[in-house]
């Protein structure tokens, strides 16, 4: 008899520790998801404000943003530009970067990113959705 209690209390133990490596296993889940949403964050804020709260106006639209350095809001905009012969996405950059952008090889990955272009995959005629920013309110 004492035996069989033995491996019942074995077994109970075993299902108790099976139950927390779950458990814990499920906590990690949950931090890669929040960690990983929140490296992914700003993109998927980005594309859901554009997807329902964008507004057209003209060529671009806009996607409210707050602003850091000053009292006045600035808002962040996206215009489609056609490519040119000759023109690369340094180029670009260089005409549309303001310091709201970040680095100029940030910049660079977020409009690779909007685009689903890699780096060197630019061709005279293509259109590109280009992301600015302007203190300037568009109706």
């Known amino acids: 008899m004492r035996f069989r209690e033995t491996i019942i209390q074995n077994i109970s133990i075993t299902r108790r520790a099976g139950e927390k490596c779950r458990f814990m296993l499920f906590l990690l889940l949950l931090i890669?998801?929040?960690?990983?949403?929140?490296?992914?964050?700003?993109?998927?804020?980005?594309?859901?404000?554009?997807?329902?709260?964008?507004?057209?106006?003209?060529?671009?639209?806009?996607?409210?943003?707050?602003?850091?350095?000053?009292?006045?809001?600035?808002?962040?905009?996206?215009?489609?530009?056609?490519?040119?012969?000759?023109?690369?996405?340094?180029?670009?950059?260089?005409?549309?970067?303001t310091e709201e952008c970040g680095s100029m090889e940030d910049y660079i990955e977020e409009i690779c990113a909007l685009n689903h272009i890699s780096r060197d995959s630019i061709h005279s005629g293509q259109y590109l959705t280009i992301p600015y920013y302007s203190i300037q309110y568009l109706e």
């Open 32 to 97: 890669m998801i929040s960690a990983f949403a929140g490296i992914l964050g700003d993109s998927v804020r980005t594309q859901a404000a554009s997807s329902k709260e964008g507004v057209f106006c003209q060529e671009s639209f806009f996607v409210p943003e707050a602003s850091c350095a000053s009292d006045a809001p600035v808002y962040k905009y996206y215009t489609s530009i056609q490519i040119q012969k000759g023109d690369t996405l340094w180029k670009i950059a260089g005409q549309y970067r």
